[in-house]
């Protein structure tokens, strides 16, 4: 039996603290890792240790973080609707694009993990807004792709279901029997 390396098992005590580190601060860059580690080492090697595990600086998912009652309600309409006969749906929803991105921040991770709730970078909503537009689509393909007010208010939605959807649908439809789908929007309540 030897003598035990006291430098080998501080450097595995680092390895084991950088990786819990890491785990718990997925969006830290490796200056700041060897900072609240006090690690004497170059930043290089904390990178290089990281990779030797799979470890990589990855492109984040964005979304919107959603609560575990919304996403049971999701799964429970798809439980609900998996049978449902989509072929006369008609799909329709605004978005809104803007002119400034938010700042990506690239997190710590593992192949296959991108999705992960600490690998998350949340959308914000705040922003230059430059263009809307609104939408619908069914089983025959795109619908109309109209431009809309930035600031889609339940009037603009009203108006765009009057001179867009209708004739158009109708047009699809002659019968008349369609399943309109919108998502919860507060004007879509219009």
Same mark, same amino acid.
């Given at each position: 039996? &030897?003598?035990?390396?006291? /430098?080998s098992?501080? /450097?595995?005590?680092?390895?084991?603290?950088? /990786?819990?580190?890491?785990?718990?601060?997925?969006?830290?860059?490796?200056?700041?890792?060897?900072?609240?580690?006090? $690690?004497? *080492?170059? =930043?290089?090697?904390?990178?290089?240790? $990281?990779?030797?595990? &799979?470890?990589?600086?990855?492109i +984040?998912a964005?979304?919107?973080?959603?609560?575990?009652?919304?996403? !049971?309600? !999701? $799964?429970?309409? *798809?439980?609900?609707? /998996? $049978?449902?006969?989509?072929?006369?749906?008609?799909?329709?929803?605004?978005k809104?694009? *803007?002119?400034?991105?938010?700042?990506?921040?690239? +997190?710590?991770?593992?192949?296959?993990?991108?999705?992960?709730?600490?690998?998350?970078?949340?959308?914000?909503?705040? &922003?230059?807004?430059?263009? %809307?537009?609104? %939408?619908?689509?069914?089983?025959?393909? =795109? %619908?109309?792709?109209?431009?809309?007010?930035?600031?889609?208010?339940?009037?603009?939605?009203?108006?765009?279901?009057?001179?867009?959807?209708? =004739?158009?649908?109708?047009?699809?439809?002659?019968?008349?029997?369609?399943?309109?789908?919108?998502?919860?929007?507060?004007?879509? %309540?219009?």
């Amino acid at each position: 039996m &030897g003598v035990p390396n006291p /430098a080998s098992s501080k /450097a595995d005590l680092n390895k084991a603290n950088i /990786a819990q580190f890491r785990q718990q601060n997925p969006f830290s860059r490796a200056t700041v890792i060897r900072h609240e580690l006090q $690690l004497p *080492c170059n =930043p290089r090697i904390i990178i290089r240790e $990281l990779h030797k595990n &799979g470890i990589h600086k990855r492109i +984040p998912a964005k979304q919107q973080l959603i609560s575990e009652q919304t996403a !049971r309600r !999701r $799964l429970q309409f *798809c439980e609900e609707n /998996a $049978l449902r006969n989509w072929e006369l749906a008609i799909f329709s929803d605004e978005k809104t694009f *803007c002119s400034s991105e938010d700042y990506i921040k690239t +997190p710590w991770r593992s192949v296959s993990t991108r999705y992960e709730i600490q690998h998350i970078q949340p959308k914000k909503r705040s &922003g230059r807004i430059s263009l %809307g537009y609104w %939408g619908w689509m069914s089983q025959a393909g =795109p %619908g109309e792709l109209v431009q809309v007010n930035s600031h889609f208010s339940t009037y603009d939605y009203v108006e765009v279901l009057e001179d867009v959807i209708l =004739p158009s649908v109708s047009a699809l439809y002659p019968e008349g029997q369609i399943v309109f789908v919108q998502d919860n929007s507060p004007i879509h %309540g219009a």
